[in-house]
């Protein structure tokens, strides 16, 4: 399905944090990183317990270069993802945290 098939859902009324994360990686994969922080904000709006959803916002913001909400985002991401288990989600997370403190010369002893 395209985007604009995922779209016209929204539009008919079908929206749901999945139909969300799914558009906000798709205009990702496409370098469309505004749109798809507009999608994966709402997707978290819709579903804040959807980790996948905080981790793929979290890419979109720093890609903007809005580091302090990628940084927030990713943190709710560990909270969510470790409230359900995810445990993995929860480290690629932090492994995000870490590479982003780093190259901001933060996180040295």
């Given amino acids: 399905m395209d985007k604009d098939n995922f779209l016209k859902l929204i539009a008919a009324g079908r929206d749901s944090a999945l139909l969300r994360f799914t558009l906000g990686n798709l205009y990702l994969e496409e370098g469309d990183a505004a749109a798809a922080a507009e999608h994966l904000e709402r997707a978290v709006a819709l579903d804040a317990s959807y980790a996948a959803a905080w981790?793929?916002?979290?890419?979109?913001?720093?890609?903007?270069?809005?580091?302090?909400?990628a940084r927030d985002a990713w943190r709710r991401g560990i909270e969510a993802a470790t409230a359900k288990g995810h445990v993995q989600a929860a480290k690629e997370m932090q492994v995000h945290l870490r590479r982003l403190d780093k190259s901001r010369g933060e996180g040295r002893p």
């Fill in 55 to 69: 981790k793929q916002l979290g890419k979109a913001r720093h890609a903007l270069g809005r580091d302090d909400e």
